[in-house]
């Protein structure tokens, strides 16, 4: 594995974190472990589809990749739980963006 998947994994778990905790606490501490793994899971799975080796491109092609790629994966996400968290799709987005950011910041 090159060092950009590598990172792309570990950004995608700490952001997954990020996000279940988010989500434990919009959920008044009543989230399903099942619905916690699942949201931390598809960030991992995020992370693994940005950070796969891309050719390299312009900025605002990069991270309007991140935003696509966020936008795929968080919907598949939020289809499966019936469209009942739409914070945590939309973080997703903004999610593809950042992890975007912070694997490209040794390129510019």
């Known amino acids: 594995m090159n060092k950009r998947l590598i990172e792309g994994i570990i950004g995608g778990a700490i952001l997954g974190l990020v996000c279940v905790v988010g989500a434990f606490i919009r959920s008044g501490f009543s989230a399903s472990p099942e619905f916690v793994f699942s949201l931390w899971y598809n960030r991992v799975i995020m992370g693994i589809l940005i ?3 891309w050719k390299d491109t312009t900025k ?3 991270l309007l990749r ?3 790629f966020g936008l795929l994966v968080s919907f598949a996400f939020y289809s499966s739980t019936n469209f009942q968290d739409p914070i945590s799709f939309l973080a997703g987005i903004i999610y593809g963006v950042l992890l975007e950011l912070w694997l490209g910041r040794r390129t510019t």
């Open 51 to 53: 950070g796969a080796p």
């Open 60 to 62: 605002y092609k990069t």
């Open 66 to 68: 991140g935003g696509t």
